[in-house]
């Protein structure tokens, strides 16, 4: 089946830690994009990615980092420089750019935590 | 700057209908999603609105007004089930790919 695979579920972190938030899609979707959730709020963009090897900051971008090496995976760091990362993460994608079909896909979500 | 306005929570009765507002000002413009969330899950898409028309899909409708910056979803014979977050969001901001989510609405069906 086809679809954006997070992992992991549940993540702890330590004061001064790096951690990488994983973010796999067999769709075949060129655009990819880090969403933050905090309690209560909607969805705020940290990154996005619309072809390999570029990126781009959204609108919470400081204290993490991304890549895209490949089509399939959009991986995000929360680096030690992010203060307050306790958040529920989502990775989604777009399939080819189309008017008519611009819906993301999620994935299912990391929930990070700070220890 | 962007801004996307939904009210923060709304309560309704099992059976009711449920109309949640949705205004944006934004720099650009393609079209306005509509994603049901349910607590710590992803959202799932409901609803994608480009043109001035009302768009039925089952119990749940949607419309849109570009020319007032204005969109609502209806909610019809709420159930239980229906008791979740409901996100606005604009696509085309900035003549990007990205989409701007406004804070969302938390809906309560009560018995």
């Known amino acids: 089946d086809g679809g954006i695979t997070q992992s992991p579920k549940y993540l702890f972190r330590k004061e001064g830690q790096n951690v990488t938030l994983s973010c796999e899609q067999n769709?075949?979707?060129?655009?990819m994009y880090w969403y933050r959730q905090d309690p209560g709020q909607g969805l705020r963009l940290i990154y996005y990615?619309?072809?390999?090897?570029?990126?781009q900051k959204g609108d919470i971008a400081e204290g993490y980092s991304v890549s895209r090496e490949k089509k399939e995976s959009f991986p995000l760091t929360v680096t030690s420089a992010q203060k307050n990362p306790t958040a529920f993460y989502l990775c989604?994608?777009?399939?080819?750019?189309?008017?008519?079909?611009?819906?993301?896909?999620f994935g299912s979500g990391t929930q990070l935590s700070v220890l | 700057g962007q801004n996307i306005d939904q009210p923060t929570e709304m309560t309704a009765t099992e059976g009711a209908i449920v109309q949640i507002n949705c205004t944006y000002q934004?720099?650009?413009?393609?079209?306005l999603f509509w994603y049901q969330q349910h607590a710590g899950e992803a959202p799932t898409f409901l609803s994608y609105?480009?043109?001035?028309v009302l768009e039925e899909k089952g119990r749940f409708s949607s419309f849109l007004s570009r020319s007032k910056g204005y969109s609502y979803l209806l909610l019809k014979e709420l159930q239980m089930k229906d008791s979740a977050s409901y996100l606005c969001?604009?696509?085309?901001?900035?003549?990007?790919?990205?989409?701007?989510f406004g804070s969302g609405t938390r809906l309560l069906v009560r018995p």
């Open positions: 989604a994608s777009t399939p080819p750019r189309d008017r008519t079909n611009e819906k993301l896909f």
């Open positions: 769709l075949n979707h060129d655009a």
């Open positions: 990615s619309q072809i390999v090897n570029d990126f």
């Open positions: 934004t720099s650009g413009f393609n079209g």
């Open positions: 609105n480009v043109l001035d």
């Open positions: 969001a604009v696509s085309g901001v900035d003549s990007s790919y990205k989409l701007i």
